[in-house]
């Protein structure tokens, strides 16, 4: 298999034309071949006019039909070994154990949607049966399910160049949703992205769907993501990335002649508390688990701790010199891309130079033709940080801010100051759960997943993780892009009142010929009738 540098649009690819790029090695500086070339805008309309003509038959595919195809394009990913592996890790700086760890949480994710969907009873198929003799009206036949928006597209994450990119859960769950793909690859990964759509295209054509169910498109601007969200043809937009980036989008998408939901995952500091029974029990162990969870991936994560909230005390200061220690040390990490790193310095810059902020480590940041870069731990006082909301701003890298409180009203007013969140972090003994039991209550209003006296880092991939968030870390905070309920935000309800059976999609005729179960007449029932 050969990266060709060109844009996939049904069982064609894209001209070399417009003004090439090419991928950077993000340790070395060193520019990858080949170069990519831009999808032009005829391209662009190509590719989602094909999307929407697949729709019609791909949205009829049993749960079976569409499972196979999951499956196919997990193995076909998996079959690419080390051709893929070392094209992610040159053009990300990720290590090889990190790429193979994310292409089999890729696949695993694809395989996972494939059993949801080939078992069926995801769509919450509803039936209400008729009453002709109810009085004083009739009671007619009721019976609804969820059905597939249309053609969806994904856009590519730089911190996950595998399981939020082109195959990743958005991917994935608007497939068994029953939607085409028009991935946008990202420019930073742009030979992995395409290797992976390479992949889909081959199981596309292995299971005989039509062409337009799949697309990859490059493109290095911002021109290429607002046409497709923009395209009235285009139904749903799947989104990982930066504050800035998806606010722009999410507006398009919202102001549109015809809004779209658009699902953007843009920005979370994961506020981690240290209540102080658990700083006495074991605030050695939390400093050093901590320290890791800050700086695992280059502190690339979307759920990297970025406050940690402690009290003011003799313990908490003890805690606040030994992760200092910690993250003061002579390690130097590579981030993705110069654009992420540029970011870096000016976050870390800004911290710096804020007079109520204190520097606790720094290293001398290395120079040479990579994105390398250090860990940083800054430190402020709870009234500081209230009064200034710059303070929440997401750093993304190897940085934290230590927030230090004294009484339990100022922690508490800590937390609802709290932008909305993707995780938050209590770390506490039973006699804190009694000391602070408001906490929880007003954490499960600030983040999607609550975690206890655990780190954030490290997002399971199962039916009932919550990968979302209060505004601004999602657009929607009714949603998760991880686990099996990701499928959701890819459908509608679909009513259908006084249908004759045979008319009926299968999931809701009386003989249930998929044997799911149903809500019939207000019983859950996989029985038929």
Same mark, same amino acid.
């Given at each position: 298999m050969?990266?060709?540098?060109?844009?996939?649009?049904?069982n064609s690819l894209g001209d070399e034309q417009g003004l090439p790029f090419r991928g950077v090695n993000p340790q070395t500086g060193e520019t990858l071949e080949p170069a990519f070339y831009p999808a032009s805008q005829p391209e662009v309309e190509e590719a989602v006019r094909l999307a929407a003509a697949a729709f019609e038959s791909f949205r009829r595919l049993t749960g079976r039909e569409r499972g196979l195809f999951l499956r196919t394009i997990a193995s076909r990913i998996e079959s690419m070994g080390d051709l893929l592996t070392n094209r992610a890790v040159a053009e990300t700086g990720l290590p090889v154990a990190r790429i193979q760890g994310e292409t089999g949480r890729t696949c695993g994710q694809l395989r996972m949607f494939a059993t949801l969907i080939e078992e069926g009873s995801w769509v919450d198929a509803r039936i209400d049966r008729a009453d002709p003799q109810r009085q004083p009206v009739p009671k007619p036949d009721v019976r609804s399910m969820l059905r597939p928006l249309g053609p969806v597209v994904v856009f590519g994450?730089?911190?996950?160049?595998?399981?939020?990119?082109v195959a990743g859960g958005d991917t994935a769950s608007a497939f068994a949703a029953g939607c085409p793909v028009i991935a946008k690859a990202h420019p930073a990964?742009? #030979?992995?992205?395409?290797?992976?759509?390479?992949?889909?295209? /081959?199981?596309?054509?292995?299971? %005989? &769907?039509p062409a337009g169910t799949f697309a990859l498109l490059h493109g290095t601007g911002n021109e290429l993501g607002e046409q497709l969200v923009r395209h009235p043809l285009v139904k749903a937009a799947g989104f990982t990335g930066s504050r800035g980036g998806g606010q722009a989008l999410a507006a398009l998408a919202a102001n549109r002649p015809d809004p779209i939901p658009f699902y953007a995952e843009m920005s979370s500091v994961n506020p981690l508390f240290v209540l102080p029974g658990a700083m006495q029990e074991r605030g050695e162990s939390?400093?050093? #688990?901590?320290?890791?969870?800050?700086?695992?991936?280059?502190? /690339?994560?979307?759920?990297?701790? %970025? &406050?940690?909230?402690?009290r003011d005390d003799q313990a908490g200061q003890a805690f606040i010199a030994r992760l200092a220690q910690l993250m003061g040390g002579a390690q130097v990490f590579t981030l993705l891309n110069a654009g992420i790193e540029r970011a870096y310095r000016a976050g870390t810059?800004?911290?710096?130079?804020?007079?109520?902020?204190?520097?606790?480590?720094?290293?001398?940041?290395?120079?040479?033709?990579g994105c390398q870069t250090v860990a940083?731990?800054?430190?402020t006082s709870a009234a500081s940080f209230l009064a200034n909301p710059e303070l929440q701003e997401e750093v993304f890298g190897p940085a934290a801010l230590v927030i230090t409180w004294s009484t339990k009203e100022e922690l508490l007013s800590l937390t609802r100051a709290l932008e909305g969140q993707l995780t938050a972090s209590l770390h506490a003994s039973s006699a804190d759960l009694q000391d602070f039991a408001e906490l929880p209550h007003y954490l499960e209003s600030r983040a999607g997943r609550l975690v206890f006296n655990g780190f954030p880092t490290g997002v399971e991939v199962c039916h009932a993780m919550v990968h979302g968030g209060p505004w601004p870390s999602t657009s929607d905070g009714r949603s998760t892009s991880v686990g099996t309920r990701a499928i959701f935000r890819f459908t509608r309800q679909v009513c259908y009142q006084g249908f004759p059976d045979q008319a009926l999609p299968v999931e809701l005729q009386n003989s249930n010929p998929t044997g799911i179960w149903r809500m019939v007449d207000g019983r859950l029932t996989q029985d038929s009738f």
């Open positions: 050969e990266i060709t540098g060109r844009s996939i649009i049904g994450a730089s911190n996950f160049p595998l399981a939020f990119s990964h742009p #030979g992995t992205s395409e290797l992976v759509g390479q992949a889909i295209s /081959q199981a596309v054509r292995e299971c %005989g &769907l939390i400093a050093t #688990g901590l320290h890791g969870s800050i700086t695992l991936g280059a502190g /690339q994560f979307c759920t990297k701790p %970025g &406050l940690v909230l402690l810059a800004r911290l710096d130079q804020t007079p109520s902020v204190e520097t606790l480590a720094r290293p001398t940041t290395p120079s040479g033709p940083a731990l800054y430190q």
